[in-house]
């Protein structure tokens, strides 16, 4: 949530830093500003709304070559977004401008402090507060005002700091909040994430917590908060930049859902051996924690949760474990009974959502083992576990997960076979799950090119306020994530539910003006889904079923179908994955909304 960027050294274009902003706009935002230092003074501009009001906005100014700028996207937390509390924000003087992702806890008690002694508030932001800190204790350096400020904070913070008397320098702090920096030729950059920086660098440094940075065009000096200089290595991210642009697609989601026989293919490399086995190198060293694990906790939030939900599903189908998936929100507050003998999988594709990492880190001061499972080499997530997968996805810009979920479920596949196999025995109906998995992007190309018949029934659907999902076992988690596309893009109220439970009071809802969207796979519970479809029917609700190709039961009893080939039926979350996403994305574009920029929704949250 809230998207940073800066940038400073040899002098530069304008409209590049407004270019590298916009990289940022699937974070999700209401307001966006900007702050560069010309002649010796600061130049704000700011506006409520979209990117291209402030490009509007600021016309031939953005032909202007600058030495140093930061910019901003807000969603605003505290204030309502308008103009006035959209970021960057300023001091008394007028020279300083900050930009700030995160939470300040304590600011109330810290404006009133900065009140008594004269300063003057215009915003209602916590942000401001930061701005005043750093005005009353800068002298000559810049880094140390900036040190000394963020000592008084509470909360999390990514902050970016201009001061128009140091036009060679940008400082930056974290604690809590996502913040990366990186050298391009004669530039230094930072941003919030890795994206927009892609065009200058593929060499990056991510902040840790308690970390303060100064950049002066290609040189970085990082130190901690006690003012000891810390000594970090780049990372080298693969990520091109092309993976971050549309491609000829008219939206992101689309583009990202056809990469996915690509994302499967790049999640399985170099993890099924010659003979069929599974091979995790970066968990070698937590092996001996996977072989004595008595519990399996999974902690995530979102389409991360309904990955966890299968993973649940499919381990304890052939192992002797236990597996708790929790929402990450809940399970930071629950009275959770975690020790050494305890394994935690953390599901989170950018690595720096809240809540998950709070619940990391619960879970490892109380002893577990943390397992990460991550699409962002270096985020925060993959820093505080104890191993992580990677899920090599590339990078997604859509907020709606869809080439990140099909490569959880991939690796998660993988690593319920391979803890397995750790505990007890590899199991001989792995060896033809391993064979079909290894399939799957051909399996994917297949669907994706249904697209257009998707779309056909999408356009008959596109009308209705409201559908229910429903599946049985592992078609709930299928259930959850369907319903869950249909309403984040589409705003159609759609829920989900154990198809089991539509008897216990869902049933009463359904109409003819309440479709239903049944997961069907040709499964073992096929039989006693048919006769949740069959209950639909008698109240009159209209039904789509997802089920197995050919199967003529299940086209019986719906009005329409879809349908995906016959598989394992341990892998049809896998392979329904593309077809529930393309039918929310084609019913969102056809309603004329932009399923990449959802309202109230941002990619990556990284505030509680």
């Known amino acids: 949530m809230c998207g940073i960027i800066g940038m400073v050294g040899e002098k530069y274009r304008l409209e590049a830093l407004i270019d590298g902003l916009k990289k940022l706009e699937y974070r999700g935002y209401d307001s966006a500003g900007v702050a560069y230092v010309e002649n010796g003074s600061l130049v704000l501009r700011k506006v409520r709304g979209r990117i291209n009001q402030l490009i509007e906005s600021m016309g031939e100014e953005l032909k202007k070559n600058i030495r140093v700028g930061i910019a901003h996207t807000r969603w605003a937390t505290h204030g309502e977004p308008n103009e006035i509390n959209a970021h960057p924000q300023t001091d008394c003087t007028g020279k300083l401008a900050v930009v700030h992702n995160g939470i300040i806890e304590n600011y109330r008690e810290l404006r009133e402090e900065l009140l008594s002694r004269g300063h003057v508030f215009v915003s209602e932001t916590d942000t401001e507060v930061i701005s005043h800190l750093v005005e009353e204790n800068f002298e000559e350096d810049l880094l140390e005002a900036v040190r000394a400020a963020v000592r008084s904070l509470d909360g999390a913070y990514a902050i970016a700091v201009s001061h128009a008397e140091r036009p060679e320098e940008l400082v930056v702090a974290r604690k809590g909040s996502p913040l990366v920096v990186g050298k391009g030729q004669g530039l230094g950059l930072l941003a919030s994430d890795i994206t927009p920086m892609l065009s200058y660098t ?263 306020h409201h559908f229910m999902y429903i599946g049985r076992g592992l078609g709930v988690p299928t259930a959850m994530e369907g319903a869950l596309k249909l309403k984040e893009i589409s705003y159609i109220n759609a829920t989900a539910y154990q198809a089991g439970e539509l008897k216990h009071g869902p049933i009463a809802l359904l109409d003819e003006k309440f479709p239903v969207f049944a997961i069907a796979p040709r499964d073992r519970l096929f039989q006693k889904m048919k006769s949740n479809i069959m209950e639909s029917v008698a109240r009159g609700a209209p039904i789509i079923s997802l089920g197995t190709e050919g199967d003529r039961e299940l086209l019986e009893v719906s009005h329409d179908t879809l349908w995906v080939p016959k598989i394992d039926e341990n892998l049809y979350p896998l392979v329904m994955a593309p077809v529930i996403q393309l039918f929310a994305y084609h019913v969102s574009d056809l309603r004329g909304l932009d399923p990449d920029k959802p309202r109230n929704l941002a990619k990556s949250v990284t505030v509680e």
């Open 202 to 464: 593929r060499d990056v440094i991510f902040l840790s917590d308690g970390e303060i940075a100064r950049i002066r065009g290609s040189n970085i000096e990082i130190y901690d908060l006690e003012g000891n200089r810390v000594e970090k290595k780049a990372l080298h991210v693969d990520w091109d930049e092309t993976d971050a642009k549309k491609s000829g697609y008219k939206h992101f989601m689309l583009k990202e859902i056809m990469e996915e026989p690509e994302a499967v293919r790049r999640s399985l490399t170099n993890r099924i051996t010659s003979n069929r086995r599974v091979v995790f190198e970066e968990l070698e060293l937590v092996a001996p924690a996977i072989a004595s694990a008595r519990k399996v906790m999974v902690v995530a939030c979102g389409t991360s949760y309904h990955a966890g939900l299968v993973f649940k599903y499919f381990l304890e189908r052939f192992s002797d474990l236990d597996v708790e998936v929790d929402v990450a929100s809940e399970f930071r507050y629950r009275d959770i009974h975690v020790d050494k003998n305890t394994l935690v999988i953390a599901i989170s594709q950018s690595g720096e959502t809240a809540d998950t990492l709070q619940g990391v880190r619960l879970a490892k001061r109380k002893g577990g083992t943390v397992i990460a499972v991550c699409n962002v080499v270096g985020s925060t997530l993959t820093r505080e576990s104890d191993a992580t997968i990677l899920m090599m996805a590339g990078p997604e810009i859509g907020v709606a997960a869809t080439k990140t979920y099909v490569s959880q479920l991939v690796v998660l596949y993988l690593l319920a076979m391979y803890m397995t196999a750790k505990k007890s025995v590899w199991r001989e109906e792995f060896d033809e799950i391993l064979y079909q998995l290894a399939h799957i992007p051909e399996v994917f190309e297949g669907l994706l090119s249904r697209s257009e018949e998707i779309c056909k029934l999408a356009k008959k659907y596109q009308n209705y």
